[in-house]
């Protein structure tokens, strides 16, 4: 195919396949699949790249939300159906933020828990445009990996998460044009509790109403 035939093709939005793992790469002898590559680019769960695509993956599991839902390089990380008191179905973009104690590497101390709550442009995938500068959701969930034992620390298992719900309204009015916001802003200026993975769905649909 020349470039000029593919050229009619640029201004399509290519769908997003869910794979099962089984799919077979062409061309390679040893008939390496999906799964291979998984496990060989995303089994450091712990790590800072991966840690926060799993934060995503935990608080849409509590929520209810399908992959498909899920866009790279959107305006905002999920988005909730929300059912309000008079039974409406309102879309609720989500952002999820993710923090941590431990860190891989050798440490003197522990990691300060900040998350990044900085105003951006965001991109729609959709329509290739830019959107103006600004907080794009409606909820943030600030997701802290709480164990502090590098011993025990298991990124499987959520009883080591705990997860803070807040309103973005709320942010914007108390942070402003902050770029990020620690553990203790959230406990006390935004006068936050955490919650388990549980009971994010509940904390969620508090924030909503």
Known sequence: MSLE?????????IEEKRLSGAEIFKGMPKKETVLDYWRWA?????GNTERGTLAEFIVASALGIEKD??????????????QAADGKIIDVPIEVKCSGYLQQWKQKT?????????????????????A????????????????TDKSKVDVLDMEQWRFYIAKTSEIDLLFGDRKTISLHQVENKL???PVTYGEIKNAVDRACG
Do not use: V
Not at 133 to 147: D, N, P, Q, T, V
């Open 69 to 82: 839902e899920h866009f790279d390089w959107n305006m905002y990380d999920l988005k909730y159906h929300y």
């Open 191 to 193: 006068g936050l509790k």
């Open 5 to 13: 035939d593919g050229e009619s093709s640029l201004g399509k939005y």
């Open 132 to 147: 103006e500068l600004g907080r794009h959701s409606k909820i943030y969930c600030f997701c802290l990996l709480a164990e």
């Open 42 to 46: 995303f089994s450091n769960l712990l």
């Open 110 to 130: 522990y990691s300060k828990i900040i998350w990044d709550i900085a105003k951006k442009k965001g991109w729609n995938p959709l329509t290739n445009e830019y």
